[in-house]
């Protein structure tokens, strides 16, 4: 929104005083009202619109952060080359209150209670093993239910090292990096339940020349 122009204080026409035209009236000077100067209201209510303004913009953005959407900033390689280290990501919190998780989203979760890793918080993955199914590993490839799965979201050539089948429990979900051969994701921590998952990463926004949905 523009901010107000500024407007000049207009006053009132002053009737010449007669006495100017030495006409005698014998009645004694008017006094000066004291109404308030009209610029200093015009200003003071500017003020109190800009201020308004102002905690309205902050409380929209933290609303947005805490229930809509939240940045998030990638400090390893482990879902290279998809996601760079330094590469900054927004993240939908409200997708999976609309519809379900799929295959190949890419999700951030909080970290499950028993992964020891220090100073980590949340981690990011992509779903490859939904509830309910059995995945595994074999000749580079996965596995989901004992049908190879077909990676479109990964450089071809990009292989998958051996892992015996794994059922993933009701309400979880089996997540791997796509830099295969260097993520710590469900072949060590295990599946991660529905509650952890934050939301669905669906835009990168840093830097300009990775700017580009998922």
């Known amino acids: 929104m523009p901010a107000p122009e500024p407007q000049e204080a207009v006053t009132g026409e002053q009737t010449p005083h007669p006495a100017?035209?030495?006409?005698?009236?014998?009645?004694?000077?008017?006094?000066?009202?004291?109404?308030?100067?009209?610029?200093?209201?015009r200003t003071?209510?500017?003020?109190?619109?800009?201020?308004?303004?102002?905690?309205?913009?902050?409380?929209?953005?933290?609303?947005?952060?805490?229930?809509?959407?939240?940045?998030?900033?990638?400090?390893?390689?482990?879902?290279?080359?998809t996601l760079k280290?330094?590469?900054?990501?927004?993240?939908?919190?409200?997708?999976?209150?609309?519809h379900s998780i799929h295959r190949g989203d890419v999700v951030v979760f909080k970290k499950p209670p028993h992964d020891y890793s220090p100073g980590i918080k949340d981690l990011i993955k992509r779903v490859i093993g939904l509830p309910n199914e059995t995945i595994s590993a074999s000749n580079g490839s996965v596995y989901i239910n004992g049908q190879r799965l077909n990676e479109r979201w990964l450089p071809k050539g990009t292989e998958t090292a051996d892992f015996a089948p794994v059922h993933v429990p009701a309400g979880q979900y089996f997540v791997m990096g796509?830099?295969?051969?260097?993520?710590a994701d469900s072949r060590v921590i295990g599946t991660i339940p529905k509650n952890l998952i934050v939301g669905?990463?669906?835009?990168?926004?840093?830097?300009?020349?990775?700017?580009?949905?998922l």
């Open 200 to 213: 669905r990463t669906f835009l990168v926004v840093w830097p300009i020349s990775h700017i580009g949905t």
């Open 85 to 98: 280290v330094g590469d900054k990501v927004l993240v939908n919190k409200l997708s999976y209150d609309l």
């Open 178 to 183: 796509d830099n295969r051969g260097n993520s």
């Open 44 to 81: 003071r209510k500017a003020v109190i619109e800009w201020g308004a303004i102002l905690v309205v913009a902050v409380l929209a953005a933290v609303i947005l952060r805490t229930f809509i959407v939240q940045p998030y900033f990638i400090p390893s390689g482990s879902m290279e080359p």
């Open 20 to 41: 100017a035209n030495g006409a005698d009236t014998g009645a004694a000077p008017a006094t000066q009202s004291s109404s308030p100067v009209p610029g200093r209201s």
